[in-house]
């Protein structure tokens, strides 16, 4: 019996697993495109913290390990290019935001060789050239995001989370890698490169954080050990180095080198974290596609045999998972079958809503980030604020209040939309 000859509701059911299925398949090459994302941000995280070396230097030498590691750079931006030729940018619209912020990296990629150009011959500024660079990564970071949020698995949604937080994290250690590099390499942080230390390590412990209740646990032991570690212990000695340091208190510009290397050892174990996210997510993304798929079969195989024993007059009644039910009922063939189909449509509707509510779960902290950066972006317009300011005014309110980050963000979006309907309102006399 071909699926077509099922009575239409049965039809329908066996729609929606290879709806399902067709959605994890969809997701898998998601998750192959995070992984490549992941190898490429690495690459630019590098390059971007050795582009300040040499710009706050200007030493000819360090051009070759800058120019080795553009290299590598551009081999890894080969790959996530090959894999987005393979994209189909038709499909639904809940991946509109993605396809959008894949765009914006195409654009942003192209326009790299260009910056590359400006730092060698050294017409950027250190400042400018991190942010042209944090620019891209940045966005390469919103794929993953949207990725993770237009993911349908509960349990890869989680994966996705997890490995989003834990990239953030790395992305604001690079960060901090890049501006102490610009300082040392100086002589001295002035005022707002020790703000922006201070706020690049509160990040990064928000991030992890949220890291640590998503991950998995070979990934949080992973995690754990480095922080214990000899690396971590001179991160932190060279932090202090680098808050005693001001326009009256120097130190050699050499420490810009040292400290460009004790953090790389540290970033580059980090990756190492990251990659088992990686595994960990194509693993599970295999593993979800292969057992959607057993199910669809052992679905229509079950739901054939109810057809064709209802159609033999054979009174055997079949459970979800195929085995006989205790004790025919003593009505009617057809109702049997009838009653067959509304159970599996019950069953199939119950294990629906409990994904649903996982999935729910799963987007929690997603949603959470999300409210943060528009509060954020009013913020920025109502106050002509940078990002950095807009964030820390958020910080500094929850911190005062007692209250979570994603609290105070929501009272900020609920009194800046009051205000704006209040402002639309015509007035009455």
Same mark, same amino acid.
């Given at each position: 019996?071909? +699926? ?37 941000? @690495?690459?630019?995280? /590098?390059?971007? !913290? ?5 710009? !706050? ?20 931006? /080969? ?8 994209? +189909? ?7 509109? #935001?993605?396809?959008? &912020? ?9 326009? %790299? ?59 604001? $250690? ?24 201070? @706020? ?18 070979? $990934? ?6 480095? %922080? ?18 001001? /326009? ?57 045999? %109810? ?18 039910? +205790? ?29 649903? +509510?996982?999935?729910?779960? $799963? ?5 959470? #980030? /999300? ?10 317009? &109502? ?7 807009? @964030? ?35 007035? #009455?006399?």
């Amino acid at each position: 019996m071909t +699926d077509e000859s099922m009575p239409a509701a049965l039809r329908f059911m066996l729609a929606a697993r290879r709806c399902e299925l067709q959605s994890l398949e969809s997701l898998a090459f998601t998750c192959e495109l995070v992984t490549l994302i992941s190898g490429l941000v @690495h690459a630019l995280q /590098k390059e971007r !913290g050795y582009s300040n070396m040499y710009l !706050g230097s200007l030493e000819e030498r360090l051009l070759t390990t800058l120019d080795d590691l553009s290299g590598a750079a551009e081999r890894s931006e /080969k790959q996530v290019r090959a894999c987005l030729e393979r994209l +189909d940018p038709g499909g639904s619209t809940d991946k509109a #935001r993605l396809l959008n &912020r894949i765009a914006f990296v195409l654009y942003s990629l192209d326009d %790299l060789p260009r910056l590359r150009r400006r730092v060698r011959e050294q017409r950027v500024s250190s400042g400018n050239a991190m942010t042209n660079f944090t620019r891209l990564i940045g966005g390469l970071l919103a794929v993953v995001f949207e990725a993770a949020d237009t993911a349908l698995d509960p349990e890869l949604t989680r994966a996705l989370v997890a490995m989003f937080n834990f990239m953030q994290g790395k992305e604001l $250690a690079g960060q901090e890698r890049a501006t102490g590099v610009a300082g040392f390499s100086a002589g001295y942080l002035d005022e707002a490169q020790h703000e922006q230390m201070r @706020h690049l390590l509160e990040g990064q412990q928000r991030c992890f954080e949220i890291f640590r209740e998503y991950a998995n646990a070979s $990934a949080l032991a992973l995690w754990e050990e480095l %922080l214990v570690g000899d690396m971590e212990a001179q991160v932190r000695s060279l932090r202090g180095v680098a808050q005693r340091t001001s /326009k009256s208190t120097t130190v050699e510009t050499g420490l810009g080198e040292l400290w460009f290397e004790v953090c790389t050892r540290r970033i580059d174990a980090m990756k190492q974290v990251e990659n088992l996210l990686a595994r960990d997510l194509l693993q599970r993304c295999r593993q979800s596609i292969a057992q959607a798929g057993a199910d669809l079969e052992n679905h229509r195989t079950l739901l054939k045999r %109810l057809v064709g024993n209802a159609a033999n007059s054979q009174p055997v009644l079949f459970n979800v998972q195929g085995t006989a039910l +205790d004790g025919a009922p003593q009505d009617g063939i057809g109702s049997q079958l009838n009653r067959s189909i509304l159970d599996l449509v019950h069953q199939q509707t119950q294990r629906l809503q409990a994904l649903g +509510d996982e999935l729910k779960e $799963a987007r929690s902290t997603l949603g959470e #980030r /999300k409210r943060i950066e528009q509060a954020k972006r009013l913020l920025m317009e &109502r106050y002509q604020l940078g990002e950095q300011a807009a @964030h820390e005014q958020l910080l500094r309110t929850a911190m005062d209040s007692g209250k979570r980050l994603a609290e105070v963000a929501d009272q900020v979006l609920a009194h800046m939309h009051k205000d704006t309907a209040g402002a639309a309102e015509p007035s #009455r006399k």
